[in-house]
């Protein structure tokens, strides 16, 4: 009766990945500002939106430009994909918590300051030849 219970194996397939991801969590810099620079490589090649990365001038280009190498470090790690083949298929950037601080102003007042966060998540896909 157990023979009869055994199952088969089945042949292994052959993974598809569809989409690699990074994520870096509790960026100390705004959503907002953060977008203008995401909005510069989505779609693009991951060579060409490293040197766009590279020669901007924002302070947001950094931090995207190490998720985007994590993203590819991942796909070559964990999934044996080459880097060379990959574009940006999605990059967004998410509101994380807000910090918020008071500062003394006039007349006994106390004026809030928002220490804004975010959280960007780069996916990363191979390009679709025909």
Do not use: W
Request: no cysteine.
């Amino acid at each position: 009766m157990a023979d009869k219970k055994k199952k088969e194996k089945e042949p292994e397939k052959e993974e598809s990945v569809e989409a690699v991801t990074a994520t870096a969590r509790y960026v100390r810099i705004s959503a907002r500002k953060m977008r203008l620079v995401a909005d510069i490589v989505r779609g693009k090649q991951i060579a060409d939106a490293q040197a766009a990365l590279t020669f901007s001038t924002r302070a947001a280009a950094r931090v995207i430009s190490k998720v985007v190498a994590s993203a590819v470090a991942n796909a070559e790690n964990n999934h044996d994909l080459s880097g060379d083949d990959l574009f940006i298929s999605s990059i967004y950037v998410n509101e994380g918590p807000t910090l918020k601080r008071y500062r003394p102003r006039a007349m006994g007042r106390a004026g809030q300051i928002r220490k804004r966060s975010s959280h960007v998540t780069v996916t990363l896909a191979p390009r679709k030849e025909g």
